[in-house]
């Protein structure tokens, strides 16, 4: 078990130890694969470790536009806006609770944090998947 | 004819963001008049490259490169073809209403003034003004327009150079004129209803220029210009 199921109640270790912590911890831990068992949270994990630093407009723009390679339309505002209060409530909140990115509610900012090789590459192999 | 409304138009600039993993040709695909264009990074995994609509900081829709490149290869119809055009390609001409594209042909020209012929027909009353530049061309699309005046209550004009002696269709007004010779152009005013819209494209020397419109103020502009044509 890693080091995150000794701090339940916290975020996990203290930043100066993430970097010791090896694949084994995040690759281990429940909360990992919880906040990976939703699509669209796989997709903006991905395209924040592609880019470095994004925000929430881009990743709602991004997933907005994702849905429209899938759906071969125009997909519009309305999409845009669901997907936008859902990455503010929902799948930001989650995945930097979890430390897989930062997210800055104020400004909007999200940053990648340092994971281990092991871990991006599940989430690069979890959004190839859905490749057509 | 039609500068101004295509100066008003010019002037209102869009934003495209293109998503992709690498170089695309968009901005050879698409040569635009009155749009920025940027490059943002995307992976290589994940769906697919696409491009993002703004005007200014407004999002206006996205739509999948692959998807856009139906506007360069528009679905053909047979002339007497009015059913509806797909529901896909009618979202294209709204996402991209305003922007003022650089090199139409005339494939292009004919697929959206069908756009517009569609929407007449549905509407059934108001005022359809085309130029197809020579009346000759009005030949070819001589099925239509009896089917349009045929079942509806519309008002049509139809404008161009007088080389050819169209037949007498009730219901339709011939403006043989040399003025509107250099645009291929088209207004629908369908009166109390929202649905005026417009399409101005210029002749340039193997190319058109121009632009399709659903804003009322610009539709309305075009149309002023036609009326003025004795």
């Known amino acids: 078990m890693g080091e995150k199921d000794k701090h339940p109640e916290g975020k996990g270790p203290p930043p100066g130890d993430r ?67 859902e990455l503010r ?9 979890v430390e897989l990115l930062e997210y800055d509610q104020e400004t909007g900012v999200v940053e990648a944090t340092d994971l281990d090789p092991g871990v991006r590459d599940l989430v690069t192999d979890s959004v190839a998947a859905s490749e057509h | 004819m039609f500068e101004t409304v295509v100066e008003t138009v010019e002037r209102r600039r869009k934003r495209f963001v293109v998503y992709a993993d690498g170089e695309t040709d968009l901005e050879e695909q698409f040569a635009t008049r009155n749009v920025d264009v940027e490059h943002r990074p995307l992976g290589s995994r994940g769906p697919g ?74 509407v059934g009353n108001g005022t359809l003004r085309v130029s197809f530049q020579e009346l000759s061309v009005f030949e070819s699309q001589e099925p239509v327009y009896r089917r349009l005046a045929g079942e509806t209550d519309l008002e049509i004009h139809v404008y161009g150079r007088g080389d050819w002696e169209p037949p007498a269709i009730e219901g339709v007004t011939y403006h043989a004129s040399e003025v509107l010779t250099p645009s291929w152009a088209v207004a629908f005013d369908g009166g109390s209803e929202q649905a005026d819209c417009a399409l101005v494209a210029r002749e340039r020397s193997d190319h058109y220029e121009g632009f399709w419109t659903y804003d009322d103020d610009l539709a309305v502009s075009v149309e002023a210009e036609f009326a003025s044509v004795p």
């Open chain 1, 19 to 85: 970097g010791t912590e090896g694949a084994s911890g995040v690759l281990g831990s429940d909360r990992f694969y919880r906040a990976m068992a939703a699509e669209p949270r796989r997709r903006v994990l991905y395209h924040v470790l592609e880019t470095d630093r994004s925000t929430l407009e881009e990743l709602a723009t991004v997933l907005t536009g994702w849905d429209a390679v899938e759906s071969s339309r125009v997909e519009s505002t309305d999409v845009r806006d669901q997907w936008k209060m």
């Open chain 1, 89 to 97: 409530h929902v799948h930001l909140p989650h995945l930097a609770d």
């Open chain 2, 49 to 122: 490259s696409f491009l993002a609509i703004f005007e200014g900081e407004q999002f206006r829709g996205a739509v999948g490169l692959d998807t856009l490149e139906t506007l360069l290869a528009p679905p053909v119809r047979r002339p007497g073809d009015l059913d509806d055009l797909s529901p896909g390609y009618r979202a294209l001409f709204e996402v991209l209403d305003g922007t003022v594209f650089a090199t139409l042909d005339r494939r292009q020209l004919l697929a959206t003034t069908r756009e517009i012929e569609d929407r007449a027909l549905r």
